[in-house]
Every structure is written in C-alpha cells, then in structure tokens.
C-alpha cells in the first residue's frame, strides 16, 4: 500500500506547523522551501487542512497558518482518512469495477482486509503529538530557530 504524496505532504505540513514555537504562525513560502514543495501544491494542502479544521489560516501582511487542535487531539488515523480518497487495495475491494473470476473462491481479500484493518489499527493509535517527541530535531532539521 502507498499513499498518495498529498497525504504525506499534509502530514508534513502539520509537523511543521505544530514545531513552530507558541504564538508563531507558519507559512506556505517557508515550508515550500523546507520540503521542496511547489507553493501551489501547499496552497490545496493548507486549504484541505483548514476544510477539515486541522489548521487555522490567517490572512494578511503577518499571516500564516497554526493548528486548530491541540496536537495531542489531531488522530494520524483521521488525517489519512481524510486525505486519501481509495483504499482499494485489489480489484476484488470495489464490487462496482470486479471482474475478477476468482473472487468467490479467493482468500487474498481476506488476507489484505486482515492486514488494512491492522493498517488503521497501528495509526488510530498515535496522535500529532506522537510525532513531535523530538520536536528540537525536528527544528533543527527544518532550519526553525
């Protein structure tokens, strides 16, 4: 399984932000540069954070964004879910587009079933906060002062 590179890049985004120190906002231009990442791509990412009210967006001069939530409320399991738009791991996962012969006989969805389910178990389990254990690494690698 992989996820898209919208959904890494939403994570990125919130450690980011939750690294920051209290009262600082982060912003598109700087975690562009940090990450690589095209500021255009960022704008739907930081757009579809604060649609899922993960993250506050401040207009103006000395705008930026900052978390909506604490870290510790914002669930790994969650965010995946709200940036991924497919789970189908196989064919045989979508009834509307199977048309795998061997479908009533196989025991591969079984399997992967068992093993997605095991999927969200680990990541429901650790939150934002989890993340930021080593949160001066974290500044540090990122170029925050």
């Not at 919208?6 to 919130?14: H, M, N, P, S």
């Not at 932000?17 to 912003?27: H, I, P, Q, V, Y």
């Not at 939530?69 to 199977?98: Q, W, Y």
Request: hydrophobic letters at 40%; proline letters at 1%; charged letters at 30%.
């Amino acid at each position: 399984m992989r996820l898209k590179k919208y959904t890494d890049y939403a994570l990125r985004v919130l450690i980011f932000t939750a690294s920051k120190r209290e009262g600082e906002l982060a912003n598109k231009k700087e975690i562009s540069e940090v990450f690589h990442i095209s500021e255009n791509h960022l704008g739907k990412i930081i757009h579809e954070l604060n649609k899922l009210e993960l993250i506050d967006t401040i207009r103006g001069r000395s705008g930026g964004i900052r978390l909506a939530k604490d870290p510790e409320e914002i669930n790994l399991g969650s965010v995946v879910r709200s940036m991924e738009d497919d789970f189908h791991l196989l064919e045989c996962f979508d009834c509307a587009t199977n048309y795998c012969v061997i479908t009533p006989a196989c025991k591969l969805k079984g399997v992967l079933h068992e093993a997605l389910r095991a999927f969200w178990e680990v990541l429901d389990k650790y939150t934002l906060d989890d993340l930021l254990t080593n949160k001066q690494e974290l500044r540090d690698l990122m170029g925050l002062k």
